[in-house]
Structure formats: structure tokens, C-alpha cells
């Protein structure tokens, strides 16, 4: 098993930047691809970033595109999500994901516990 923790949530105002950081342990983070999904109020969950297992290829929602950055640190077992330009429309739960295959939306094999982001008008 692969255990992810979220950090970084928290409140901000419209136009504001967070940065969250997921730490993973427990099996070999470079082996992974890895990726943040969210969930709004009353809405499915839907993807945001992944980023491949080197780092070197990344992909976004469209809906974040141009506002928002995956990275990792593979030496440090952790992936970040720079969020910028936040607008009232980003706040949900976000969620750290790993998966085996080249991508997360190809498949998650391993879910965080979700962070809340609120972005207030």
C-alpha cells in the first residue's frame, strides 16, 4: 500500500495562490505516476494534473490550464500542486492519486484523503 498525505488547504481569496504537497510512503514514489483530482459541492470528482513518473511530462484540465503546476520530487516522495489565479470555481476537496500506468487518468491505484480548498469572492 501506498499511503498520501495532502497539505496546503485552506482558505484564500479569488485571485490568490496555494500551493498543496502530497507526501507519499510506503511503496517506490518514483514508480508512479501522480496526480490531483478534485470534488466540488454536489458535483463528481474530476482530474486535474498528473505529472509521469520522471517528471518530465505533464498534462492539466483545461478548466486549470495556464493557472495551475504539477511537480514532484522524487528524492523527497512528494508532489506538489501550485495553484494560481484561484478562482471561486476551484473550491472542492482535492486529492493526491498514484498510479502504476504512465498517467492517472488512465487509472488510479492509490488515493490521499482529500484537503479542502475554499476560495472565497
Known amino acids: 500500500q501506498m499511503q498520501l498525505i495532502e497539505s496546503g488547504g485552506g482558505l484564500v481569496q479569488a485571485g490568490g495562490s496555494l500551493r498543496l504537497s502530497c507526501a507519499a510512503s510506503?511503496?517506490?514514489?518514483?514508480?508512479?505516476?501522480m496526480g490531483w483530482f478534485r470534488r466540488a459541492p454536489g458535483k463528481e470528482r474530476e482530474f486535474v494534473a498528473t505529472?509521469?513518473?520522471?517528471?518530465?511530462?505533464?498534462d492539466y484540465a483545461d478548466s486549470v490550464k495556464g493557472r495551475f503546476t504539477i511537480s514532484r520530487d522524487n528524492a523527497k516522495n512528494t508532489v506538489y500542486l501550485q495553484m494560481n489565479s484561484l478562482k471561486v470555481e476551484d473550491t472542492a476537496v482535492y486529492y493526491c492519486?498514484?498510479?502504476?500506468?504512465?498517467?492517472?487518468?488512465?487509472?488510479?491505484?492509490?488515493w490521499g484523503q482529500g484537503t479542502q480548498i475554499t476560495v472565497s469572492s
Open positions: 492519486a498514484g498510479s502504476y500506468r504512465r498517467t492517472v487518468v488512465a487509472g488510479v491505484t492509490y
Open positions: 510506503g511503496r517506490t514514489f518514483s514508480n508512479y505516476a
Open positions: 505529472i509521469t513518473q520522471s517528471g518530465t511530462s505533464t
